[in-house]
């Protein structure tokens, strides 16, 4: 079964930066995957950020983050990553990396079955 473990996440003021990274348990190829970036705020429902096709042919970006945050893949290290630049207190929350078999680029988390636990992103000033 496909796991996965986020790494990156903290606290940090407004207006900072953090990289998120998602990298692929076992032997799994995170290239063949559909991968999105989702976040959950306290009180709040799970959220799409970010999505990416295999060979990086289509990303896509919630609203609120687009401008602000990429997506990008490491072959070579079979990670993941979301850099999320010029951050605001409404992007506090856990960020969750999920994949799934899809040449569809979703931020829909009923289209993926396969996440991670999740890494906290607290931004406070």
């Known amino acids: 079964q496909l796991h996965f473990v986020e790494s990156g996440g903290g606290v940090v003021q407004p207006g900072e930066s953090l990289r998120l990274s998602c990298a692929a348990s076992g032997e799994f190829t995170l290239d063949y995957y559909m991968v999105g970036w989702f976040r959950q705020a306290p009180g709040k429902e799970r959220e799409g950020v970010s999505c990416i096709t295999q060979r990086d042919y289509t990303k896509k970006y919630a609203d609120s983050v687009k401008g602000r945050f990429t997506i990008s893949r490491d072959t070579a290290k079979n990670m993941v990553y979301l850099q999320m630049n010029s951050l605001k207190p409404e992007d506090t929350g856990i960020y969750y990396c999920?994949?799934?078999?899809?040449?569809?680029?979703?931020?829909?988390?009923?289209?993926?079955?396969?996440w991670g636990q999740g890494t906290q992103v607290l931004v406070f000033a």
């Open positions: 999920a994949a799934q078999l899809s040449p569809i680029c979703s931020q829909n988390q009923n289209d993926f079955h396969n």
